[in-house]
């Protein structure tokens, strides 16, 4: 349902573009979001995306430095990241389902989650 692309190894202070693909039925259904999750910790929601792409949550963590898009016409959602930090470095996946409250602000109750994908930022 969710196909995730784009990460990789980059150098703080650099950029990466992730990527995910809906369905055009799952698109157009849901909120969609980004999680992380760094080695030892739990995963943690870092930007959400209302279905009409009329509203945005980030975590504090990255607010100023991520931002997260829906491209209708191709049913895919980003994540651009500016200003990566070391600590920024976990497996980012994707998730589509119905927005939800959470203790840091806004996370996803998925329905569907993509593939993680690798992002590493070196010192």
């Known amino acids: 349902q969710l196909q995730a692309s784009g990460g990789g190894l980059v150098l703080a202070g650099e950029s990466l573009r992730l990527s995910c693909a809906a369905s055009?039925?799952?698109?157009?259904?849901?909120?969609m979001g980004w999680f992380r999750q760094a080695p030892g910790k739990e995963r943690e929601s870092v930007a959400v995306?209302?279905?009409?792409?009329?509203?945005?949550f980030y975590a504090d963590s990255v607010k100023g430095r991520f931002t997260i898009s829906r491209d209708s016409a191709k049913n895919t959602v980003y994540l651009q990241m500016n200003s990566l930090k070391p600590e920024d470095t976990a497996v980012y996946y994707c998730?589509?389902?119905?927005?939800?409250?959470?203790?840091?602000?806004?996370?996803?109750?998925?329905?569907?989650w993509g593939q993680g994908t690798q992002v590493t930022v070196s010192s």
């Open positions: 998730a589509a389902g119905p927005k939800s409250r959470t203790t840091g602000g806004w996370g996803i109750r998925t329905r569907y």
């Open positions: 055009e039925r799952t698109f157009s259904a849901y909120d």
């Open positions: 995306i209302w279905r009409s792409g009329s509203e945005t």
